[in-house]
């Protein structure tokens, strides 16, 4: 029986695969989509749909988990997909109301899903596999980035717009495989008796009866309780910084990318070209090039930090997470000096050109797809060992705690994208370093206080 709780975590990751590699590699090309479509409002209304996908995303989690408690964690992931098929589907006709509708419905879904993914996974593992199972899930949901914009890579070839037939087949192609992701969840089986089983008795070990599922009215009770206690405060600062980083990966940095590739993007002196001062390096299909490293940094942390985490838990997660610091420092740093500092709004100045900032090397393609692989990377750094200290510290109420998670993560991904249209880069990257420095010192003092045993936190009754 044993043999069903690795079964659901491979057909979960699958399933995840599908849809998300067609939902962020919507999101990543969907600025230039709706460029060609609404001309210069498509990227005010690319970032406002995310924008409003977060936001409700944060306050949906506050009542996901009494819909998780109600529908099943199975049923749970399968309705919070529908509205995914949903959005992307919208964009092969898009009209403004019905991409905002859908973005909100995306929201509430989204929420669903995360809690009763979360959930699933926890009911699937135990203490030796949890890491294992946390580290299939994230590489197979990773490889959505490397699939679905190596798929996009290809297509639009040289391409610098995204034309009508373009979108169509592009788009088209993206709805179906999200649908396929969302009925691939139909065949996931029960949790196995044997983790329920062991479930019980490390309940029991500690104390601590099984409790009853919880109504609805529970779940959401039980949330709030568990934003009192100091572990889960603590802890979500680190979740906030998963979030700031996210919009960064996810959004900004494609941004800039696609900004430095247009020789005409220069607002101060148009005479000097962008393309004279980066050698012409820079091409808009690089957006989606950025996303397949991201894509393989996931792969390559979830992999070494998951899937091989009986090995590397024996020496705690805070190493691992120290580690995730240390390599988005350098890469901030870097990408500082690698790329103008209005790129992620799309106005490159003249002074911009000249303005040396002690810089190394003129911009680099190379090195900004680079620094693409070490964003990703880091960021499944600090996943997989979100993942694990929740599944270890909150295995009882697992539902609530990763509803947590979420909140914390998507509200500030929003914020994010909000001030990424007004900051300059620097300005950003202070916000991504004081945040990481934060979130690494929270995360450390929550881990060594459950190694030591000095955790205060009782199962919600």
């Known amino acids: 029986m044993g043999d069903v709780g690795l079964y659901n ?35 005010r209304i690319a970032f406002t749909s995310v924008s409003i996908i977060y936001f409700v995303f944060a306050f949906a989690n506050s009542f996901a ?68 199972n946390t580290g299939i899930f994230w590489a197979l949901l990773q490889s959505s980035l490397v699939i679905g914009n190596g798929a996009v890579y290809f297509i639009m070839g040289d391409a610098d717009q995204i034309d009508n037939s373009l979108r169509y087949k592009l788009y088209g192609i993206l709805t179906a495989s999200c649908t396929l992701g969302a009925l691939i969840l139909l065949i ?150 690698n790329m103008l500092p209005r790129t992620p709004f799309g106005g490159v100045g003249f002074l911009d050109l000249l303005h040396d900032r002690n810089r190394l090397w003129n911009p680099s393609v190379a090195v900004a797809l680079v620094c693409a692989f070490t964003l990703g990377f880091g960021d499944s750094l600090f996943n997989t060992q979100v993942y694990g200290i929740i599944a270890a510290l909150y295995s009882e109420d697992s539902a609530p705690a990763y509803s947590l998670f979420k909140f914390f993560q998507s509200f500030f991904s929003g914020i994010a994208f909000l001030y990424s249209s007004y900051l300059i880069l620097e300005y950003q990257l202070i916000i991504l370093v004081v945040t990481a420095f934060l979130g690494t010192a929270c995360f450390i003092k929550v881990e060594w206080s459950l190694q030591a045993g000095r955790h205060g936190y009782e199962p919600i009754q």
């Open 9 to 43: 975590v491979v057909v979960m990751g699958v399933a995840f695969l599908c849809m998300f590699g067609a939902f962020q590699t919507s999101t990543f090309i969907e600025a230039t989509v709706l460029e060609c479509v609404f001309k210069d409002a498509g990227d």
């Open 65 to 132: 988990p009494a819909i998780v408690s109600f529908l099943g964690s199975r049923v749970g992931m399968f309705c919070g997909a529908i509205p995914y098929c949903l959005f992307v589907g919208c964009i092969i006709y898009p009209i403004v109301p019905v991409i905002y509708a859908c973005s909100f419905f995306l929201g509430i879904g989204a929420a669903v899903l995360w809690t009763a993914q979360g959930e699933f996974l926890t009911v699937n593992s135990n203490e030796q596999t949890m890491g294992r």
């Open 188 to 337: 996931l089986r029960k949790a196995p008796e044997s983790m329920k089983k062991d479930y019980t008795l490390s309940l029991s070990s500690s104390g601590h009866q099984a409790p009853p599922r919880p109504s609805p009215i529970q779940a959401i009770i039980s949330m709030l309780k568990l934003l009192k206690t100091k572990e889960m405060l603590l802890l979500a600062v680190c979740f906030s910084y998963t979030g700031f980083e996210l919009t960064f990966f996810s959004g900004i940095y494609g941004t800039m990318i696609g900004n430095m590739a247009d020789p005409t993007n220069t607002t101060a002196m148009p005479t000097v070209l962008l393309s004279d001062y980066t050698n012409g390096q820079f091409k808009k299909n690089q957006v989606v090039l950025a996303g397949v490293c991201v894509g393989a940094g996931e792969i390559l942390g979830g992999l070494l930090f998951g899937i091989l985490g009986k090995r590397t838990i024996k020496y705690g997660r805070d190493p691992i997470v120290l580690a995730g610091l240390i390599i988005h420092l350098a890469t901030f740093y870097v990408i500082y000096l």
